[in-house]
Nanobody, 124 residues
């Protein structure tokens, strides 16, 4: 079992930055891919970014490409999502998720473990 805990969400003005953290416990993430998803009120959960563990391959949704950066810290068993140039449309609850194996997917159903989410609110 892998337990995931997100942190770093908050309230920020448009153009600002936040860094989200996804700390894992229970097992090392060395054989898991980790993804970030978000869900705005009234909308479905959508893919944001993902990273494989062994080679650090990354993938981004078009809506965040060039603004968000995903990274991992093996020693801390943690994955980060650096979010820059935030816009009101980025407002959502952000979730991290993990799946066994070293391949990432954009489909919500592909992930086995989920954190509780952290709220990000961007004002205009």
């Amino acid at each position: 079992q892998v337990q995931l805990v997100e942190s770093g969400g908050g309230f920020v003005q448009a153009g600002g930055s936040l860094r989200l953290s996804c700390a894992a416990s229970g097992r090392t993430l060395s054989s898991y891919a980790v993804g970030w998803f978000r869900q705005a009120p009234g909308k479905e959960r959508e893919f944001v970014s993902a990273i494989t563990w062994s080679f650090g391959r990354t993938l981004y949704a078009d809506s965040v490409k060039g603004r968000f950066t995903i990274a991992r810290d093996n020693a801390k068993n943690t994955v980060y999502l650096q979010m820059n140039s935030l816009a009101p449309e980025d407002t959502a609850v952000y979730y991290c998720a993990a799946r066994g194996g070293d391949f990432y997917f954009t489909n919500v159903r592909a992930y086995d473990y989920w954190g509780q989410g952290t709220q990000v609110t961007v004002s205009s």
